[in-house]
């Protein structure tokens, strides 16, 4: 029997409801399908941070290393912890370590979610750069606290960093609908962002049969809203692809349905798995928070591992539980009968 031992990592708020939610659908998928998932859980926090002045313990990335998934809730408690402390000490890093390059994202509606848009067709992925562009941490303050203070904070785009996640991107167009966007701001920034554009013109020799469109950032952010059944698989840097998948999950109803994958294509480490959500403190411990974004995370989690057929189950008994409005009203069904309502879906 196959089996998978998986880092389960709720940190901070409803990320403890919803990623118990995940492991109650996948483990009873698991079940059914004949594999066997162990989680192992870690209270790396905010709170973990108050009793130990770290986020995670310093072997933490070791720790994790030997693992064959890792699953996590959110991270983030700004009543207590900084923001820019907390995701500095926990996600940031293993996005960094393990090589995550490729953070996915799908955005389409599921039956009977309501989104905002008149549009109802679309079917989006997204794939964000996900360990250095703007999000490399390399810059400084000098004079700090004074008149003269000076603060940078540097983009840095690797040849090496943007050709893989760019043939990341070709390559999931290919096994889709063939259209690849390609996002960037050349007009304005004119040294990253055009090597990005060069970058994918030199690619798009490789990939004859994908249709490729270099967009810039705010067109593409406008189109994500007029026309997003235009668009298939878009590319981008880690803070575009930041700002534009939280565009991508307000059409497809709210956070509550924004799954992502934290991808390692090469398999050198973990990749992990976590919904676009944080941990929202306004509603956390009053057991509402919508678990579904966290459960398709865990599918995707599946996929990777090679357990598509029971990734597809876990989607479908989503799909099952909103087409019959389970989960599609913000607030109204409780974590605990959305997850019932799913389990009890799976076939
Ligand atoms: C996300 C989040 C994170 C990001 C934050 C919490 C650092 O917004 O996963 O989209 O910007 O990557
Ligand atoms: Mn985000």
């Not at 403890?16 to 066997?36: I, M, N, Q, S, Y």
């Not at 979610?113 to 989006?124: H, K, M, S, Y």
């Not at 798009?204 to 810039?216: I, K, N, Q, R």
């Amino acid at each position: 029997m196959n089996s998978y031992s998986i880092a389960l990592i709720p940190g901070d708020g409803i990320g403890r409801d919803v990623t118990a939610a995940a492991w109650t659908v996948l483990e009873t998928a698991a079940k059914r399908a004949g594999f066997a998932l162990t989680g192992t859980e870690f209270p790396w926090s905010c709170k973990f941070f108050k009793e130990t002045g770290r986020m995670m313990p310093e072997y933490g990335i070791e720790t994790l290393r030997g693992f064959d998934a890792i699953l996590l809730g959110a991270v983030g408690w700004p009543a207590e912890v900084p923001d820019s402390v907390s995701l500095h000490g926990l996600l940031l890093p293993i996005r960094k370590a393990f090589v995550q390059y490729a953070n996915i994202r799908p955005h389409r509606l599921l039956p009977g979610v309501t989104g905002p848009l008149r549009a109802e067709n679309f079917d989006i992925l997204c794939i964000r750069e996900n360990t250095e562009g703007e999000y490399s941490g390399a810059g400084g303050r000098v004079h700090q606290g004074t008149l003269d203070e000076v603060a940078v904070e540097t983009s840095i785009f690797t040849r090496a960093g943007v050709e893989r996640i760019l043939r990341f991107g070709f390559e999931q167009a290919r096994s889709r609908r063939g259209k690849l966007a390609s996002v960037t701001k050349s007009n304005a920034q004119k040294y990253s962002m055009v090597f990005w554009d060069e970058i994918t013109r030199k690619l798009a020799a490789d990939y004859p049969d994908v249709e490729v469109t270099s967009y810039h950032v705010d067109a593409l952010a406008a189109r994500m809203i007029m026309a997003p059944e235009s668009l298939d698989v878009v590319v981008a840097s880690n803070l575009f692809g930041d700002i534009l998948t939280d565009i991508g999950a307000a059409i497809q109803g709210g956070l509550g349905y924004a799954a992502s994958a934290n991808i390692n294509p090469g398999r050198s480490a973990p990749s992990m798995f976590e919904p676009v959500h944080g941990s929202a403190p306004d509603i956390a411990h009053l057991g509402i928070a919508n678990p579904i974004a966290a459960i398709w995370s865990g599918a995707m989690m599946l996929d990777h591992l090679g357990e598509k057929a029971a990734a597809d189950r876990v989607v479908k008994a989503v799909e099952a539980a909103t087409a019959r409005g389970i989960g599609t009203i913000p607030g109204k069904d409780r974590t605990e009968a959305i997850t019932a309502a799913i389990v009890a879906s799976l076939t």
